[in-house]
């Protein structure tokens, strides 16, 4: 089954850190894949998302994440993290069989200023 | 541009109970999702419109949840009878069109309590 994986369900982090979130994707042909974000009391909202071409993609606010199809990844990235970052990043995945997003679990990153 | 409403945004009910979910999406948006995301978990998709007819309802626990869009524009999604676990925020999301590339903006949810 086409599934989507993240691995740290809580980040802490220091202002000015560096962040990395994991995400992995299990299935193969067409990959499509996506982070979200949900702001403490505020709805989800699309921070980016890659569907072909350069594998490096840069989204809202400072974040990129990188597809890296021989490790299945899609990790996101944001060199230096601010305290208005926290919040709740999910990654999803365009399932190609049910035509529909799939969410991985969820990371609640939490910045300390 | 407004957002996606929802309403209520908090519901507490007893198991067996039944409760009701509106949404509103985004005015001219075509394809209109409810997802059930439960503590700790992602976004899981229930149920999929176009207009008003069901695109996928493969994931919808049709012997206690139904949802309908009869006019091609606000939704309800129903429970009845509840269960301690339908325990979770219920997510309505709305997009231009069906299909990965049309961006799928998500309401504030409903978070409902089954005690």
């Known amino acids: 089954a086409q599934s989507v994986s993240q691995h740290n369900h809580h980040v802490i982090l220091s202002e000015a850190a560096s962040l990395e979130l994991g995400c992995n994707y299990s299935y193969g042909g067409t990959v499509n894949l996506f982070w979200y974000v949900q702001y403490p009391g505020q709805h989800l909202q699309l921070l980016l998302k890659?569907?072909?071409?350069?594998?490096l993609v840069k989204g809202i606010k400072g974040f990129e994440a990188e597809f890296i199809k021989s490790k299945f990844s899609f990790n996101l990235r944001k060199p230096s993290v601010q305290w208005s970052d926290t919040a709740e990043y999910f990654c999803?995945?365009?399932?190609?069989?049910?035509?529909?997003?799939?969410f991985g679990g969820g990371t609640r990153l939490m910045v300390k200023p | 541009e407004a957002g996606v409403a929802q309403s209520p945004r908090y519901k507490i009910i007893e198991k067996r109970q039944s409760v009701a979910f509106w949404c509103n999406p985004i005015s001219g948006h075509a394809t209109l999702y409810w997802y059930q995301q439960i503590l700790g978990q992602g976004p899981k998709l229930l149920i999929q419109f176009q207009n008003n007819g069901v695109v996928d309802d493969s994931q919808l626990p049709k012997d206690r949840f139904s949802a309908e869009r009869l006019k091609g524009v606000d939704s309800t999604l129903k429970i009845q009878p509840a269960k301690l676990e339908d325990s979770a925020v219920y997510l309505c999301?709305?997009?231009?069109?069906?299909?990965?590339?049309?961006?799928?903006?998500f309401g504030p949810g409903t978070r409902l309590t089954v005690t």
């Open positions: 890659y569907f072909s071409g350069d594998p």
């Open positions: 999803a995945g365009w399932n190609n069989a049910g035509n529909m997003l799939t």
């Open positions: 999301a709305s997009s231009l069109g069906t299909g990965r590339t049309y961006e799928q903006y």
